[in-house]
């Protein structure tokens, strides 16, 4: 299998040499180059012009093995029914556990999230270092990978959740770990969760920390609030905040439902990543409970975390997972969805998203055609 790098070696080599021999500069009454010239010019230009010619050898090896890969097609029903094929980068997203295999020609790329390469035997090339990637290793994010002949390799997603593009001929094996995912879906279909400007795996950055103006805006999604927000005309207290979110601020502020990190000074900042303590804060307060510091409150938002577990919000696994690991926009998505399924303070048994039903927020239909088609187990 070393022969791929042999293989890009001699591409490399060659473009460097054939490059050289083109540029090397001089004439037969100047035959000399000057220093400034060399380093301010000639270098910066030559080394352009190389990585130019590598890039394109590169992809002309790549689209050969492409070719040799062509011929390949499943042989069985059963190996008809689970194998997939796309001719370009296709951006999927995948949870924990979920494995993903190809064959000669498939190629990885990995834009966010973690994952290891398996496979007993063969080869797997790093295009874009021209090396081989060993078994077990973890995939490099924006690393463009390649599988080689006689090879059969696995991509096991490691993380929560990860966006893996992928072409040629794959198949994929999938795990019953939390699906994140398929929550963060059925929150959209609700307009109760929307993408950031990540430009591949729907905009949805389940792999990110939320940020503190997130965690917010989620909030007011939860009370059914947005428009209202949207159409506030109050002025937004805090100077460090982005256009688009001063109506949201405005209305937080005028409602008593954030002060900021230090009101004095007009400062929110929304930039910073919201902690899980922080996020069920404003979770507990959409459900009617109160940290407002009276001796009446149902909390402080520092044991926010064991009060959602002693008010039902969270289960014991939950309120372990949230205390032991960074708080990710996946976890803010879990604990959206779930805590709209608890019951609100000082009721029978209406739930937060019954609530929002009432409001007008959502729709009874589209609340039960998600619930219908969703089949996420808890923590």
């Known amino acids: 299998m070393k022969r791929w790098i042999v293989i890009f070696g001699i591409v490399v080599l060659a473009v460097v040499l054939g490059v050289a021999a083109v540029s090397y500069g001089g004439t037969a009454a100047d035959p000399l180059i000057s220093e400034s010239y060399l380093e301010g010019t000639y270098q910066p230009e030559l080394m352009s012009r190389i990585e130019g010619q590598i ?10 093995v492409l070719a040799q890969a062509g011929d390949l097609r499943p042989t069985s029903e059963d190996e008809r029914d689970d194998a997939y094929y796309s001719d370009v980068f296709r ?14 020609g498939a190629g990885f790329l990995l834009l966010a999230g973690s994952a290891q390469f398996r496979f007993d035997s063969g080869a797997v090339i790093d295009v874009s270092q021209g090396e081989e ?10 690393h463009r990978y390649m599988v080689a002949e006689d090879t059969r390799a696995t991509v096991l997603i490691t993380s929560d959740t990860a966006v893996l593009s992928v072409n040629g001929y794959y198949s994929t094996t999938l795990s ?18 929307r993408g950031s400007d990540t430009p591949y795996g729907s905009g949805y950055a389940l792999e990110e920390q939320p940020t503190r103006i997130q ?31 001063e109506p949201y601020l405005a209305y937080a502020y005028a409602k008593g439902y954030t002060n900021g990190t230090d009101l004095s000074r007009g400062i929110f900042s929304p930039s910073e990543p919201i902690t899980a303590a922080q996020y069920l804060t404003f979770l507990l307060r959409a459900l009617g409970y109160s940290d407002d510091g009276s001796e009446e409150a149902d909390f402080t938002w520092d044991q926010a975390l064991t009060a959602a577990f002693r008010f039902g919000v969270l289960t014991s696994e939950e309120r372990k997972m949230l205390d032991s690991t960074t708080f990710t926009r996946a976890q803010m998505v879990y604990v959206s ?4 399924q608890a019951r609100c303070k000082g009721t029978s048994g209406t739930t937060a998203m019954q609530q929002l039903i009432d409001s007008g927020a959502v729709t009874a ?13 808890r923590l």
């Not at 951006?91 to 000669?104: A, C, H, M, Q, T």
């Open 133 to 142: 990637a060993a078994s077990g290793a973890a995939l490099l994010t924006d």
């Open 176 to 193: 019953s770990e939390t699906d994140y995912n398929a929550l963060a879906d059925a929150l959209k279909e609700l307009g109760l969760f």
């Open 365 to 377: 239909d589209a609340v039960a055609r998600v619930q219908n088609s969703l089949n996420v187990s």
């Open 55 to 64: 890039d394109t050898a590169l992809e002309d090896v790549y689209e050969s």
């Open 337 to 340: 969805w779930f805590g709209l």
């Open 215 to 245: 965690g917010l805006v989620m909030f007011l999604r939860l009370l059914g609030e947005e428009e209202a927000a949207l159409a506030c005309t109050e002025e937004n207290p805090f100077v460090d905040t982005d256009p688009w979110c």
């Open 91 to 104: 951006d999927l997203r995948f949870k924990k556990g979920d494995e993903i295999s190809g064959s000669l």
